[in-house]
């Protein structure tokens, strides 16, 4: 530095100065996308739990669950399905169906983490996949790509070891371990109850 003169150090010193500013600026920028992108699934999970809690939404699972299969004996249902012209008001499965697609793409378009979202609906996506996919595969004769979402979403929620669920949350909190053992022993104390009568 000793060649330059004053005005050639201050420009150095400014465009080193600026460098620091943009970085810090992109750190705290970053910080606050990753701060949005939680906002985000968190506002996500409140509403699957909403959905779920729904009225209609309960009833059109529970239809799914217990009804469909029984309405898919009819000619007259099915033929609505296979043309085309099955709608939310005379086919509540498609309720289910919409739902659990739009959660589909969402994971799958990295929209939000798979992580929390297939967690929370693995058991019931892979329940209700059973009892629609007779009625997908009569939609895909016609619109072969239906419901490629809900596919990729139960195709995740397969892909999680379920079992391994109460673990990874004790694991994740071996601070609170005697607590754990005290969770663990309330649920057992009506079992052993059960057998001592």
């Known amino acids: 530095m000793a060649d330059m003169s004053v005005w050639e150090q201050l420009l150095v010193v400014a465009a080193f100065g600026q460098v620091i500013v943009i970085g810090v600026g992109a750190i705290f920028a970053y910080l606050q996308i990753r701060g949005l992108r939680r906002q985000q699934e968190a506002q996500l999970i409140r509403e699957i739990f909403a959905t779920f809690n729904d009225p209609e939404f309960a009833g059109a699972l529970d239809f799914v669950y217990n009804g469909l299969s ?31 697609n739009g959660l589909g793409l969402l994971v799958h378009e990295k929209m939000v983490d ?31 790509h239906a419901y490629t979402p809900f596919e990729s979403l ?20 071996p601070h609170l371990h005697e607590q754990w053992q005290s969770t663990a022993r309330d649920l057992a104390g009506p079992e052993v109850i059960a057998r001592s009568e």
């Open 114 to 144: 798979e992580g929390p979202v297939v967690f929370i609906v693995a058991s019931p996506v892979m329940r209700a996949w059973e009892q629609l996919a007779p009625v997908i595969a009569l939609m895909r004769r016609r619109f072969p």
């Open 70 to 100: 029984k309405r898919l004996t009819e000619p007259a249902y099915v033929e609505q399905i296979a043309q085309g012209r099955a709608t939310v008001e005379t086919h509540r499965e498609l309720v289910v169906l919409h739902f659990f």
């Open 154 to 173: 139960v195709a995740r929620s397969r892909a999680v070891d379920l079992t391994a669920i109460n673990a990874r949350f004790q694991e994740d909190t």
